[in-house]
């Protein structure tokens, strides 16, 4: 798996350790993300193309002990890809969302879009448990992006009644004029 020690190096050995930090990050591979990181601690927070950190792949699974890792080493939980995405819009479970925020994610960080991580689970069918994590942390129900939607307003475009019906116990009020 590791064959940097017979690349050249030059920027695409670079590119190339990187890909191989995230994928050995995103797979779990603890021994190797251990020996990528000890050759070079920085790529732990160097994106791809689209500016997606070993974190932000970490986030989307449920492998909180290589976050802990990846966040130990010195990961920026407030990484933003080009679109302005954190981990925390891609956390995909509550103990992710959870340990990100615990870690100093910003719990309101906003996409070039305006939306927030609240907005992001939001649009997500299978994850109003992170979304009522990100409740229980204090994310702001009525934060309305760019457009002026609030997440009630993507709960209520998607009719998701269960979200809806979170969103509301929280005290959630549409943006738009719905």
């Known amino acids: 798996m590791i064959a940097l020690p017979v690349l050249p ?12 930090l995230y994928d050995a990050a995103v797979f779990n591979h603890r021994a190797a993300v251990e020996r990528l990181l000890a050759r070079d601690p920085a790529s732990v927070n160097q994106g791809d193309a689209a500016g997606f950190t070993p974190l932000h792949g ?5 492998h909180t002990a290589m976050a802990r890792l990846l966040i130990a080493r010195g990961a920026n ?4 890809n080009r679109e302005g995405t954190t981990p925390l819009h891609l956390a995909a479970y509550p103990e992710m969302a959870k340990l990100l925020v615990q870690a100093g994610a910003k719990i309101e960080a906003r996409d070039h879009g305006g939306n927030t991580p609240l907005h992001a ?15 229980k942390l204090g994310a702001n129900p009525n934060a309305a ?7 009630l307003d993507v709960a209520l475009t998607r009719q998701e009644p269960a979200k809806v019906a979170l969103l509301r116990r929280h005290g959630a009020r549409p943006g738009k004029a719905k």
């Open 9 to 20: 190096q030059t920027g695409a050995a670079k590119s190339v350790h990187r890909a191989t």
């Open 58 to 62: 970490v986030a989307g699974e449920e």
């Open 77 to 80: 939980v407030n990484a933003a």
């Open 121 to 135: 689970a939001t649009e997500h069918p299978e994850m109003q448990d992170v979304m009522a994590q990100l409740l």
């Open 145 to 151: 992006n760019k457009a002026g939607e609030t997440p």
